[in-house]
């Protein structure tokens, strides 16, 4: 499934939102719970083994040079509108879903009725992961698909390797402006987030250790300068990934993950005008995850 220029879902209320993000896994935000950090990498290979191999690791953040295609990214950009959801999408089924879930999808009901000869073939291959890679850059201008194709591949095929059992599979291009979205800082539902953003700057993201977890119920209803301060103090200790920057965060569902997974938000220093264009991997396990759903 591809959707070009998706239209803006309609927006949950803000008090729904932040009840949710503030209350959502609060018996595991706690400083004495969670010793995570964000490591640094050098290559695709070495973002994957950091990941594996380093369970404190819950962000791995590898910052490449600039994009040889940055100056026709950037000029590709301006001239689209900005999404609410995504620009364009790909979902890929990449296993079987969670009986136990008290409202089995449509997926689930199905699946329950079938054998696993059957089942097998609605999984998802590599082939299949590979061409969904390439269908979600059908619209950009062709000079960015090859690259930025191969990019979303690469993130991908590492988040399947790191936790196979997941069950769905969602490839994103966005196009977000200055407003953006995730403002808050906050942690994620999913099981792992792999992202590039090309243009402006990258998710920012920090360790557990300048995390002030008690503040996140106490900031609910707080402006997000407010918040921000509150929640994060040492603002020195934000990691900022330049663009073109390789980003892997650890949701709470991460396999063995203490506490709860990385906390990051969208940056503040975007400029009024700028929009960001991002390639973003989700792996979600159990039922199928709404497009644009954090």
Not at 113 to 122: G, Q, Y
Not at 211 to 231: K, N, W
Request: one cysteine or more.
């Amino acid at each position: 499934m591809t959707t070009r220029q998706r239209e803006a879902a309609a927006p949950r209320s803000g008090c729904e939102t932040l009840e949710r993000i503030a209350n959502e896994g609060n018996a595991k935000r706690t400083t004495e719970l969670n010793h995570g950090r964000v490591a640094s990498a050098s290559s695709f290979a070495s973002v994957e083994q950091i990941a594996r191999e380093q369970p404190d690791a819950k962000g791995v953040i590898w910052q490449r040079c600039a994009h040889v295609c940055q100056a026709e990214m950037e000029q590709w950009v301006a001239g689209q509108e900005s999404t609410r959801g995504a620009f364009s999408v790909e979902q890929l089924f990449t296993g079987v879903e969670d009986a136990g879930t008290s409202q089995p999808s449509k997926r689930a009901k199905l699946l329950s009725t079938m054998s696993a000869t059957d089942i097998a073939v609605l999984v998802a291959e590599p082939e299949d992961v590979q061409a969904a890679c390439q269908k979600v850059v059908a619209w950009l201008p062709p000079a960015l698909r090859g690259p930025m194709s191969d990019d979303a591949r690469h993130l991908a095929e590492i988040l399947l390797r790191l936790c196979p059992d997941s069950t769905w599979l969602t490839i994103q291009v966005e196009i977000v402006d200055h407003l953006g979205t995730c403002t808050r800082w906050h942690q994620d539902r999913y099981t792992a987030r792999a992202l590039i953003t090309y243009t402006g700057p990258a998710t920012w993201c920090v360790d557990d250790a300048s995390v002030r977890y008690d503040q996140f119920a106490q900031t609910i209803y707080a402006p997000m300068e407010e918040s921000d301060a509150r929640i994060v103090p040492n603002s020195n200790s934000i990691h900022k990934p330049q663009p073109n920057a390789v980003v892997l965060m650890k949701g709470n569902d991460w396999p063995g993950i203490r506490g709860v997974g990385l906390t990051h938000k969208a940056p503040n220093d975007v400029e009024p005008g700028l929009k960001r264009l991002i390639i973003k991997v989700d792996l979600v396990n159990g039922k199928r995850p709404e497009i644009g759903e954090e």
